[in-house]
């Protein structure tokens, strides 16, 4: 949940850009069908989040995690934006 991580006017652009960040990463290994559904997000911890992909969609001992930070542009504008990144580790040896 991002409850208490992030305004709730913002968690669900923030939500839909951490998976889309993840969709990204995992693209090229993942099996054929990869959709956001099979990515699962949580728990958040400050700038962070654990990243959970279902069974059979990457390669064995792979791994992703995910970051974000918050970005305002100055000048009276207060809209919040977001830069998700998210790390993807193939398993050692392959």
């Given at each position: 949940?991002?409850?208490?991580?992030?305004?709730?006017?913002v968690?669900?652009?923030?939500?839909?850009?951490?998976?889309?960040?993840?969709?990204?990463?995992?693209?090229?290994?993942?099996?054929?069908?990869?959709?956001?559904?099979?990515?699962?997000?949580?728990?958040?911890?400050?700038?962070?989040?654990?990243?959970?992909?279902d069974?059979?969609?990457?390669?064995?001992?792979?791994?992703?995690?995910?970051?974000?930070?918050?970005?305002?542009?100055?000048?009276?504008?207060?809209?919040?934006?977001?830069?998700?990144?998210?790390?993807?580790?193939?398993?050692?040896?392959?």
């Open positions: 949940s991002l409850r208490g991580v992030v305004d709730v006017r968690r669900a652009a923030l939500f839909f850009s951490l998976k889309e960040a993840v969709y990204k990463a995992v693209a090229g290994d993942a099996a054929a069908g990869l959709a956001l559904r099979h990515i699962r997000l949580g728990p958040f911890v400050d700038d962070a989040c654990g990243v959970r992909v069974n059979g969609v990457l390669p064995a001992g792979a791994a992703v995690d995910a970051r974000w930070r918050v970005a305002r542009i100055p000048a009276g504008d207060d809209r919040v934006y977001f830069l998700s990144t998210a790390t993807y580790r193939r398993a050692p040896g392959a």
